[in-house]
């Protein structure tokens, strides 16, 4: 720890983050379209047809990952949202806004993909049922907390607003979660759990996990890239005027 | 590979309708969402000659 002569302080501020997030960018959306591309060939090409579902089985290869990123996209959020609350750092609160476009983003992919695959299995494309109201009320969630952070002028009041909303609407994750338990859904159990054997067919479950590693490396990659924006366009808001501006930042990279 | 052929690969066993729309749409979104980021990020930096 002594010896790597990194100052880690230094990247927790936004002018050392800006060139930081430029570096890891590439290398993440580089992940992203490889484990992407494997996942699409082990998903269309590989994995067999499913006995009971046919090929319509096969929108898992997205909707599980998006499903998935939707609600960990929160999690991430919300605990940035209260690292900025509780040390007043303005770094979290800028990750937490840069994460919500993408959370939403695929909260929507979630639902429609739900629907695309529900009108096959279940004859219809939506049902009031636990799983799909709680996704569909997470949906909601993510554009309030945008729409509350735009509404605000004054940047520390959005992002606290903001911060305290995400915190307080935690609480639905784990309901979506355990929704297809805690009551008599359409929707089916999960597809993987750790202590179960999977119910799919191995080939089924790899390319799963690979789109989901895929689609979580495309989110690091796209939230940084958000996050440089978020960092130049603060730098000009009229608001933050008297603070310290940081042009020599944003050139060094 | 059970695809037989390259129509028999669009079909999707007959699901190709269903099939086809989610990872076009998640696609579309996500390369989207790309775009959008770029297009911010040209938009802020755009005045400071940055890359």
């Known amino acids: 720890m002594s010896g790597t002569g990194i100052n880690w302080f230094k990247y927790s501020s936004p002018q050392a983050l800006y060139p930081l997030a430029g570096r890891m960018i590439p290398w993440f959306a580089a992940l992203a379209l490889g484990l992407i591309g494997v996942g699409l060939y082990v998903g269309f090409f590989v994995a067999p047809t499913d006995v009971t579902q046919g090929d319509a089985y096969r929108i898992i290869f997205v909707h599980v990952p998006a499903a998935w990123m939707s609600m960990f996209l929160y999690v991430i959020m919300a605990i940035w949202a209260g690292l900025g609350l509780g040390l007043n750092a303005r770094p979290s609160f800028m990750m937490a806004q840069a994460i919500a476009p993408t959370g939403a983003m695929f909260t929507f992919l979630a639902l429609f993909t739900g629907s695309m695959w529900g009108k096959p299995t279940w004859g219809a494309w939506w049902v009031w049922d636990a799983r799909l109201t709680s996704e569909l009320i ?68 790899t390319a799963m996990l690979v789109m989901m590693f895929g689609f979580w490396m495309y989110s690091i990659a796209v939230t940084l890239a958000r996050m440089r924006c978020v960092i130049v366009e603060r730098e000009r808001h009229p608001s933050w005027g008297k603070q310290a501006s940081m042009p020599d930042a944003v050139e060094a990279r | 590979m059970q695809w037989g052929s390259l129509a028999e690969f669009f079909a999707m066993g007959g699901y190709g309708l269903y099939v086809w729309p989610s990872f076009g749409v998640t696609a579309l979104c996500m390369g989207g969402e790309v775009f959008a980021v770029w297009r911010r990020h040209a938009a802020a930096a755009g005045s400071r000659d940055e890359s």
């Open chain 1, 138 to 205: 997470l949906l909601f969630q993510y554009i309030g907390i945008i729409l509350l952070r735009s509404s605000i002028d004054d940047l520390r009041r959005a992002d606290r607003a903001s911060a305290v909303l995400a915190l307080v609407g935690v609480i639905n994750v784990p309901i979506i979660y355990f929704s297809v338990r805690w009551w008599n859904t359409l929707h089916q159990g999960a597809s993987v759990s750790i202590t179960a054997a999977p119910t799919m067919a191995g080939t089924m479950v």
